[in-house]
């Protein structure tokens, strides 16, 4: 018995699930919080102090962990707080998106102050963990955050302004696509940072967190992950039923697939092992965007055209840096289809001008064709003949 219960102590001592348990009752709470906003019942004054406790518990728990890791008291502890905080970076409880609903300024106000308190709460633990500074890494880490913060408030303010003017009807094609343009544009700094030699893999030791190169993994693959599911969640569920897209879902979200397909193959750049690889890899990635780009372009507008430059340029990309002989393929086989595809409209087009002119328009065409033909056969006579004289001389000269 004894030793059941030293054993369990152990256990205790090492996963201590109170840190758990306390995440775990402060995210119950946030949720009822969020869920009583939406009666309109709670007073800009709660939420405002609701939305102190979760900045207090947040400052809390960073400073615990900074604590057990600085003095390396149970570093593993000092981590899963780091862990937690994330959770709560994330809002998973919709928090921040619910007080926007409930009052844009007071909602703009707080994403605001929370934004500032994040930059300070991640430089800290910068500082004191002593961590290399990664520029590229900080800022696809902050973009991301913000983006899971910003983005709900920019389509919920454009349909709330613009849609109530047009009175119903709003399509919000732009207001979706740039901010998936957006949230696959700062995949870039890392990508090309690692296109030739990866970093994101190489070991780097910390004093305080054993292998740095890990925790910056981490803390890069969490809002990787997370930023998809909360626009999915807050943009395009929260938005469409007042904003319809005309572009389908498909064109919306093709900037993000393809920074995030190659942004994956960086992340997990250690498991291809040849260039080989790498090339099958990328050919699989533009193969599966092309077919995408082109299933979902029914017509040409601004973001079709943008999604059609993306797919150029990976192509491109790809095959001069890479020397990918399959892409370079596949951007031959694309182009000779834009231009066949060109030739076809053209075709049409004149088809349909032509079916529609009168008989005198097209006795003047056919005559001034006439006159077009003329001259050009005479062009070509005087170009090609000799003159009898220089063809005498010419049949002589090969006599003698």
């Given at each position: 018995?004894?030793?059941?219960?030293?054993?369990?102590?152990?256990?205790?001592?090492?996963?201590?699930?109170?840190?758990?348990?306390?995440?775990?009752?402060?995210?119950?709470?946030?949720?009822?919080?969020?869920?009583?906003?939406?009666t309109?019942?709670?007073?800009?004054?709660?939420?405002?102090g609701?939305?102190?406790?979760?900045?207090?518990?947040?400052?809390?728990?960073?400073?615990?962990?900074?604590y057990?890791?600085?003095k390396?008291?149970?570093?593993?502890?000092?981590k899963?707080?780091?862990?937690?905080?994330?959770?709560?970076?994330?809002?998973?409880t919709?928090?921040?998106?619910?007080?926007?609903?409930?009052?844009?300024?007071?909602?703009?106000?707080?994403?605001?102050i929370?934004?500032?308190?994040?930059?300070?709460?991640?430089a800290?633990?910068?500082?004191?963990?002593?961590?290399?500074?990664?520029?590229?890494?900080?800022?696809?880490?902050?973009?991301?955050?913000?983006?899971?913060?910003?983005?709900?408030?920019?389509?919920?303010?454009?349909?709330?302004?613009?849609?109530?003017?047009?009175?119903?009807?709003?399509?919000?094609?732009?207001?979706?696509?740039?901010?998936?343009?957006?949230?696959?544009?700062?995949?870039?700094?890392?990508?090309?940072?690692?296109?030739?030699?990866?970093?994101?893999?190489?070991?780097?030791?910390?004093?305080?967190?054993?292998n740095?190169?890990?925790?910056?993994?981490?803390?890069?693959?969490?809002?990787?992950?997370?930023?998809?599911?909360?626009?999915?969640?807050?943009?395009?569920?929260?938005?469409?039923?007042?904003?319809?897209?005309?572009?389908?879902?498909?064109?919306?979200?093709?900037?993000?697939?393809?920074?995030?397909?190659?942004f994956?193959?960086?992340?997990?750049?250690?498991?291809?092992?040849?260039?080989?690889?790498?090339?099958v890899?990328?050919?699989?990635?533009?193969?599966?965007?092309?077919?995408l780009?082109?299933?979902?372009?029914?017509?040409?507008?601004?973001?079709v055209?943008?999604?059609?430059?993306?797919?150029?340029?990976?192509?491109?990309?790809?095959?001069?840096?890479?020397?990918?002989?399959?892409?370079?393929?596949?951007?031959?086989?694309v182009?000779?289809?834009?231009?066949?595809?060109?030739?076809?409209?053209?075709?049409?087009?004149?088809?349909?001008?032509?079916?529609?002119?009168?008989?005198?328009?097209?006795?003047?065409?056919?005559?001034?064709?006439?006159?077009?033909?003329?001259?050009?056969?005479?062009?070509?006579?005087?170009?090609?003949?000799?003159?009898?004289?220089?063809?005498?001389?010419?049949?002589s000269?090969?006599?003698?």
């Amino acid at each position: 018995m004894t030793a059941e219960i030293a054993s369990i102590a152990g256990w205790f001592r090492k996963n201590n699930p109170l840190y758990l348990l306390s995440v775990v009752l402060m995210l119950a709470g946030l949720y009822l919080v969020g869920s009583e906003l939406e009666t309109g019942k709670v007073s800009v004054l709660t939420i405002s102090g609701f939305f102190a406790i979760q900045n207090l518990y947040e400052i809390v728990m960073i400073g615990m962990a900074l604590y057990l890791l600085k003095k390396r008291i149970q570093p593993e502890h000092g981590k899963l707080l780091l862990v937690f905080v994330l959770l709560f970076l994330g809002d998973l409880t919709f928090y921040q998106v619910r007080i926007s609903g409930l009052n844009a300024m007071v909602g703009g106000i707080a994403t605001t102050i929370y934004i500032v308190l994040a930059i300070i709460k991640f430089a800290a633990v910068v500082k004191v963990l002593a961590l290399t500074v990664y520029r590229n890494r900080i800022f696809y880490v902050l973009a991301a955050f913000i983006l899971v913060w910003v983005s709900p408030k920019i389509a919920y303010f454009l349909v709330d302004s613009i849609g109530r003017e047009s009175f119903g009807y709003f399509d919000g094609s732009y207001v979706f696509y740039s901010l998936w343009l957006i949230a696959g544009l700062i995949h870039l700094p890392l990508i090309i940072e690692n296109w030739k030699n990866n970093q994101l893999n190489v070991s780097s030791a910390n004093e305080y967190l054993g292998n740095e190169t890990s925790f910056w993994r981490w803390l890069i693959i969490f809002p990787f992950i997370l930023l998809p599911l909360q626009m999915f969640l807050n943009l395009m569920s929260g938005s469409c039923h007042a904003a319809v897209s005309t572009i389908p879902v498909g064109a919306v979200i093709a900037p993000w697939l393809l920074g995030a397909a190659f942004f994956a193959q960086t992340l997990w750049r250690h498991l291809i092992k040849t260039d080989h690889d790498l090339n099958v890899a990328d050919s699989i990635i533009m193969l599966v965007f092309v077919i995408l780009v082109m299933l979902t372009s029914p017509v040409f507008n601004l973001p079709v055209i943008i999604n059609h430059l993306l797919l150029f340029a990976g192509l491109i990309v790809t095959w001069v840096t890479r020397n990918n002989a399959f892409n370079a393929c596949v951007t031959g086989v694309v182009c000779c289809w834009y231009s066949g595809w060109q030739m076809l409209r053209g075709a049409n087009y004149a088809v349909s001008y032509a079916s529609g002119l009168s008989r005198l328009a097209w006795a003047g065409i056919l005559m001034a064709v006439s006159f077009v033909m003329l001259l050009a056969g005479f062009v070509f006579s005087i170009s090609r003949s000799q003159p009898e004289s220089e063809k005498d001389e010419a049949q002589s000269d090969s006599v003698s």
